[in-house]
């Protein structure tokens, strides 16, 4: 698991950003003015998305169009899942617990 990723995202206007991202790729004008951010602040904020590569900027004549890219998301969610099973274990007892102090209950009504 890449700590870039994990720590680019931790900053709320990141967070933000990348949710913004997710609808469709946005220029960094339209990024700074949803956030209501100045441009050099969006910018910055979209350096260090790119530098942990979570988004590429293309170049279309004079303005800078930002996109997801999708292979650091995958990661995340292979990280994600491979704690998944513990939870899902962890349901299941408590499941069965549950079923059991049903069970239970409903015998000492009888």
């Avoid at 800078?64 to 994600?80: G, S, T, V, Y």
Wanted: net charge neutral; hydrophobic share 35%; with cysteine.
């Amino acid at each position: 698991m890449n700590t870039n990723v994990m720590s680019a995202l931790a900053e709320p206007h990141r967070m933000q950003i990348v949710e913004l991202l997710r609808k469709n790729p946005l220029t960094v004008g339209e990024i700074a003015e949803s956030l209501q951010l100045r441009q050099p602040q969006a910018s910055k904020h979209l350096r260090v998305l790119s530098e942990a590569g979570l988004i590429e900027v293309q170049a279309v004549a004079n303005k800078r169009i930002c996109k997801l890219r999708p292979d650091p998301f995958k990661e995340i969610d292979d990280w994600l899942n491979s704690y998944r099973h513990i939870w899902e274990e962890r349901y299941d007892r408590l499941d069965d617990y549950l079923q059991k102090l049903q069970s239970n209950e409903n015998n000492n009504k009888s």
